[in-house]
């Protein structure tokens, strides 16, 4: 796979994206690029993208306080749904020019549509719906299916990755002084800025329908705890060892 380098975007706005939402966000993709950048400076787009994406998508899930990750009984990766979910996601809606503001959808549309791409980017959220719950749990364990093509699939694992940058999402949002449902907010604002930096370096209809994909994705999935994730990482330890 190629690698590229990219240089940055500007920004639109919406009432949702408020000056301490921006700022929050810009220290977030500033955290993900730095997980996926190598020591020559040079990012793997896909990479980038998917990591923010998952931050996103997680985030809409934490969001609707569901539950809570470290007591919970729900196997890590196993597939979650539910109305609030879809709330911080696109509203509930299938139609995009419906998706309220403070929506992930909402968010990028808004950011994104028109400097960035055309809005017929963004698939029909219906199909996107249906697609990830049919496809939810269908990858090797910790990944989200996607369509895009095999050059294109993510080399980073969402379910371990979003654990590993939930602290960095956590200490971004306190610096701001931001609530906690406004998590999905701050991550989709990020995703945005992720995007308008690699618009030179990529396709950007694979770079968007990788970044849905992956949020929606992630957001049907439930997260890794604590527990779980020692317990992962003493099992490679060993694996390692033998």
């Not at 990012?43 to 569901?66: F, I, S």
């Not at 539910?82 to 299938?94: E, K, T």
Request: some cysteine; glycine content about 8%.
């Amino acid at each position: 796979m190629a690698r590229r380098s990219f240089g940055g975007g500007g920004g639109s706005g919406t009432a949702a994206v408020t000056p301490a939402v921006r700022k929050s966000a810009a220290q977030l993709a500033k955290v993900a690029l730095g997980y996926v950048q190598e020591e020559s400076g040079t990012v793997r787009v896909e990479d980038y993208v998917t990591v923010l994406a998952t931050l996103t998508g997680e985030a809409a899930l934490l969001a609707a306080d569901l539950y809570d990750i470290e007591t919970s009984t729900i196997t890590p990766g196993a597939p979650v749904f539910g109305d609030a979910i879809n709330c911080n996601l696109s509203g509930d809606q299938s139609d995009l020019a419906k998706c309220p503001a403070d929506s992930v959808v909402g968010i990028l549309v808004s950011e994104l549509v028109p400097a960035t791409v055309p809005l017929d980017l963004f698939r029909p959220l219906d199909g996107l719906y249906a697609w990830v719950a049919a496809s939810v749990g269908k990858a090797a364990w910790g990944n989200v299916t996607t369509s895009v093509a095999a050059s294109n699939k993510p080399h980073v694992m969402p379910l371990r990755l979003a654990y590993e940058l939930r602290g960095a999402v956590d200490a971004a949002q306190s610096k701001a002084g931001l609530a906690r449902d406004l998590r999905h907010v701050v991550c989709a604002v990020a995703l945005a800025d992720c995007l308008k930096q690699v618009k030179p370096a990529c396709d950007m209809s694979m770079a968007v329908t990788l970044a849905m994909e992956v949020a929606f994705g992630t957001a049907k999935m439930a997260p890794m705890s604590r527990a779980a994730f020692e317990t992962v990482a003493r099992s490679e330890g060993q694996r390692k060892q033998q």
